[in-house]
């Protein structure tokens, strides 16, 4: 995969440390998948942007309501944006994307 911008120049504006973006493998799995569907056309980042603004948008309407904890970082935000551009897209439906969270919590798989 390559990109055309420097992962500073698509961070920018966000709440990430441009220095250290990533926490965990998986947080910097869900960025080269997002990445990887704008280069290959499957959507462009302001679209992947729109959803994202909505789940932080949610989470702080809930944060500011009592409604979940504090805590969830950028990357849960992230990873349930790129979830809802998949859904949007037709590329994954609700009970597809159900079954395989499902087998990746089995700690026998």
Request: glycine share 8%; hydrophobic share 40%; proline share 5%.
């Amino acid at each position: 995969m390559s990109s055309n911008r420097p992962i500073s120049q698509l961070l920018a504006g966000t709440c990430v440390d441009p220095d250290r973006p990533f926490s965990a493998p998986w947080e910097a799995l869900a960025f080269a998948i997002a990445l990887e569907l704008t280069e290959r056309g499957l959507c462009t980042w302001n679209e992947f942007r729109r959803h994202l603004i909505e789940r932080i948008g949610q989470a702080d309407q809930a944060r500011a309501h009592g409604w979940i904890e504090a805590g969830e970082g950028y990357y849960t935000h992230f990873l349930l944006a790129l979830e809802d551009l998949l859904r949007e897209k037709g590329v994954v439906d609700s009970s597809a994307l159900a079954a395989k969270m499902l087998e990746l919590g089995d700690p026998d798989h």
